[in-house]
T-cell receptor, first 114, second 113 residues
Framework: AQSVTQPDIHITVSEGASLELRCNYSYGATPYLFWYVQSPGQGLQLLLKYFSGDTLVQGIKGFEAEFKRSQSSFNLRKPSVHWSDAAEYFC????????????FGTGTQLKVEL | DAGITQSPRHKVTETGTPVTLRCHQTENHRYMYWYRQDPGHGLRLIHYSYGVKDTDKGEVSDGYSVSRSKTEDFLLTLESATSSQTSVYFCAIGTGGSTDTQYFGPGTRLTVL
């Protein structure tokens, strides 16, 4: 069965600083990978996704993620964080060939200091 | 944003009472999903549907049932609510193809006293 680990429960960064959120997965093959963001009291919004091809994926709001097969990782990055990026971020995986059964990590809460 | 609405958005109920949550979509997507979100657990799949009258269980289906009589509506029923079902419930939709992407509704916060 697939699983996802987000090692950092909480992260605090200063506005304007760079950001990296970690995501590690366990799966027998290369899965499909997703990052979602959830603002307080809101639903989940898709930031970006990886199915195949270029391992550096660009998303919305200036976010990018890099798939590293050797490390079973799909870390999310942003070069300069804005106060509005404060939210909870979820990594998710789906088995290759079908996204029906998404497995989510437990989330990373991002706080941005002004 | 995908056209997904959930009703009610908030509900407080008592242990033992039946509860039905509704998810409505305007995207004509084939797949619909119900998740629950709890602190420390992320989101966990309860049930999903891959077409009208076609449903299957997810990871945490015990105590829940679903129905889908129309493409646009997916209902989640708690036959006899328990305090352990206090949670935030999210509906999602997807096309169901090999590169399916799921889009989420705004959520329903359910409190069972």
């Amino acid at each position: 069965a697939q699983s996802v680990t987000q090692p950092d429960i909480h992260i605090t960064v200063s506005e304007g600083a760079s950001l990296e959120l970690r995501c590690n997965y366990s799966y027998g093959a290369t899965p499909y990978l997703f990052w979602y963001v959830q603002s307080p009291g809101q639903g989940l919004q898709l930031l970006l996704k990886y199915f195949s091809g270029d391992t550096l994926v660009q998303g919305i709001k200036g976010f990018e993620a890099e798939f590293k097969r050797s490390q079973s990782s799909f870390n999310l990055r942003k070069p300069s964080v804005h106060w509005s990026d404060a939210a909870e971020y979820f990594c998710a995986v789906a088995p290759t060939g079908g996204g029906n059964k998404l497995t989510f990590g437990t989330g990373t809460q991002l706080k941005v200091e002004l | 944003d995908a056209g997904i609405t959930q009703s009610p958005r908030h509900k407080v109920t008592e242990t033992g009472t039946p509860v039905t949550l509704r998810c409505h979509q305007t995207e004509n997507h084939r797949y619909m999903y119900w998740y629950r979100q709890d602190p420390g657990h992320g989101l966990r799949l309860i049930h999903y549907s891959y077409g009208v009258k076609d449903t299957d269980k997810g990871e945490v289906s015990d105590g829940y049932s679903v129905s889908r009589s129309k493409t646009e509506d997916f209902l989640l029923t708690l036959e006899s609510a328990t305090s352990s079902q206090t949670s935030v419930y999210f509906c999602a939709i997807g096309t169901g193809g090999s590169t399916d992407t799921q889009y989420f509704g705004p959520g329903t916060r359910l409190t069972v006293l």
